[in-house]
């Protein structure tokens, strides 16, 4: 646990939350703020930040968490389709430091589109090179 984090504070009963799942690992609670209505957050019980410094026992439990939520977003609530996000570091937009997934529901006509500009790489060679940086750094 780490002492000024909100998602400990929610997982210790200091802070309430509306939890849709927990079992002795994760927890999976509504969003406040969601982006659509459903919107649940999925996260260890345990302090792990960030992604890459958790251990994959961990993110296995949490997957197969995030996998029954967005079935209950879809039986549930009829949902269309499901957004499974997660975010990582400030400048990828994490709000919260501790390690969690953003299960959202998604409906054919619920307005919401996500700001996306694709780009484009200068030339293949480009490409390349940046596929050539990350094969070299994945252990």
């Not at 400030?90 to 953003?102: D, E, I, S």
Request: proline share 6%; glycine share 6%.
């Amino acid at each position: 646990m780490s002492a000024n984090c909100i998602f400990c504070k929610i997982v210790a009963g200091e802070i309430p939350a509306t939890k849709v799942y927990e079992d002795a690992d994760v927890l999976a609670f509504m969003d406040i703020g969601p982006v659509i209505k459903g919107h649940t957050l999925v996260i260890p019980k345990q302090h792990f930040d960030p992604l890459t410094a958790t251990p994959e026992p961990v993110l296995a439990q949490l997957m197969a968490v995030v996998k029954k939520i967005a079935a209950a977003q879809l039986h549930g609530l009829r949902a269309d389709g499901v957004n499974v996000m997660q975010a990582n570091g400030a400048a990828a937009g994490q709000v919260v430091p501790h390690l969690h997934f953003h299960v959202i529901p998604r409906f054919a006509a619920d307005g919401h589109r996500w700001n996306w500009a694709a780009k484009k790489y200068d030339d293949p060679a480009e490409l390349q090179q940046l596929a050539a940086a990350i094969k070299a750094a994945v252990t």
